[in-house]
């Protein structure tokens, strides 16, 4: 059974920039499609950005394009969220996942199986 652990939230000032990062463990999660999520108070959890198991192929959310950047080390068995230009409504807590269901988009959270505990980000304006 394989475990995701996220890191690297905090408190940060609109425009400020943090990096996330989801190490695996128990498992090796290098031949899986991964994805970052975020669910804000109140909210349903959102796709926030996507690769493949390469890393060669990334896709994102329309609101994080351009600002977000995902990335993975296959050989540290870690994904990770660059996020730029921060703003308070990116407010939320971050969870990373890996994906076992590729039919259909991997938009869709019911495509990952595997989910770690979230790490909080607050942008404050």
């Known amino acids: 059974q394989g475990q995701l652990v996220e890191s690297g939230g905090g408190l940060v000032q609109a425009g400020g920039s943090l990096r996330l990062s989801c190490a695996a463990s128990g498992r090796t999660f290098s031949n899986y499609a991964m994805g970052w999520f975020r669910q804000a108070p109140g909210k349903e959890r959102e796709f926030v950005a996507g690769l493949n198991w390469s890393g060669g192929s990334t896709y994102y959310a329309d609101s994080v394009k351009g600002r977000f950047t995902i990335s993975r080390d296959n050989a540290k068995n870690t994904v990770y969220l660059q996020m730029n230009s921060l703003k308070p409504e990116d407010t939320a807590v971050y969870y990373c996942?890996?994906?076992?269901?590729?039919?259909?988009?991997?938009?869709?959270?019911?495509?990952?199986?595997?989910w770690g505990q979230g790490t909080q980000v607050t942008v404050s304006s």
């Open positions: 996942a890996a994906r076992t269901d590729y039919s259909g988009s991997g938009y869709d959270r019911k495509k990952y199986a595997y």
